[in-house]
């Protein structure tokens, strides 16, 4: 299987602040009427044909023989996309963010490996409830989390070539649709986190956490409230 170590990962998918800034500007030009989430929606939609072509064309040139050279591409292309939408997003919601290059690269990672930087920020003793938040990624940048959250992230973009390679890379002429449906659903879902985590929006993972202790405590109340009644 192909394999990236973390500075080609982090050269692939950090993109220069300026061509986010250019791409956010270009967005706006191009629909004055639009609000920066609408645009930032907008940017998630562009990127998604982009990434579906990319999962098109790899998977038709993907034979037992060019697997791990498509698998390759494929993925160099994704970390490309996954980046400059990632940026593209702080720049049209949080460009002051792009003025601290640590911040902007931890950023990056949390939207496109968000299993990555919380798996660290746990191991780094950030509390359960809060480890994907903007105000917790931020606090921890140091160079101690930036190099766990670095190893992490080699280690899932590895876990997910494996399981997409087995997907779409065996058989070229069906790969190409599923490779087309695999790349669209995973820039959604890069595009998705980047723009909920610079307007404040709790992942759905802390969603889940938070109506799961509501209910616990409700329940708690309730069964004290009848104690008390009796």
């Given at each position: 299987m192909a394999s990236f170590d973390l500075e080609q990962i982090l050269s692939l998918l950090i993109p220069r602040p300026e061509e986010c800034r250019q791409e956010a500007e270009r967005l706006?030009?191009?629909?004055?009427?639009?609000?920066?989430?609408?645009?930032?929606?907008?940017?998630?939609k562009d990127s998604r044909k982009w990434a579906a072509s990319v999962g098109?064309?790899?998977?038709?040139?993907?034979?037992?023989?060019?697997?791990l050279p498509a698998a390759a591409?494929?993925?160099?292309?994704?970390?490309?996309?996954?980046?400059?939408?990632?940026g593209t997003v702080a720049a049209l919601l949080d460009p002051d963010s792009l003025a601290d290059k640590e911040a902007f690269r931890?950023?990056?990672?949390?939207?496109?490996?968000?299993?990555?930087?919380?798996?660290?920020?746990?191991?780094?003793?950030?509390?359960?409830?809060?480890?994907?938040?903007?105000?917790?990624?931020?606090?921890?940048?140091?160079?101690?989390?930036?190099?766990?959250i670095g190893e992490r992230a080699v280690?899932?973009?590895?876990?997910?070539?494996?399981?997409?390679a087995v997907a779409s890379k065996t058989v070229p002429v069906v790969g190409a649709g599923i490779g087309a449906a695999w790349n669209w659903l995973e820039i959604q879902a890069v595009g998705n986190r980047a723009v909920d985590y610079h307007l404040g929006i709790d992942p759905p993972e802390q969603r889940v956490r938070k109506r799961v202790v509501s209910f616990v405590r409700d329940q708690k109340r309730r069964l004290t409230n009848r104690k008390k009644s009796k």
């Open positions: 706006r030009l191009g629909n004055p009427n639009q609000s920066d989430e609408q645009l930032a929606r907008q940017a998630v098109a064309a790899t998977g038709v040139a993907a034979s037992p023989l060019t697997m591409a494929d993925a160099a292309a994704m970390l490309r996309l996954e980046g400059k939408l990632a931890r950023d990056i990672l949390r939207a496109v490996f968000p299993g990555a930087v919380s798996q660290a920020m746990r191991k780094l003793g950030v509390r359960a409830g809060e480890e994907m938040t903007k105000a917790a990624v931020r606090r921890i940048a140091t160079h101690e989390a930036g190099k766990e280690k899932f973009l590895g876990i997910r070539l494996s399981e997409k």
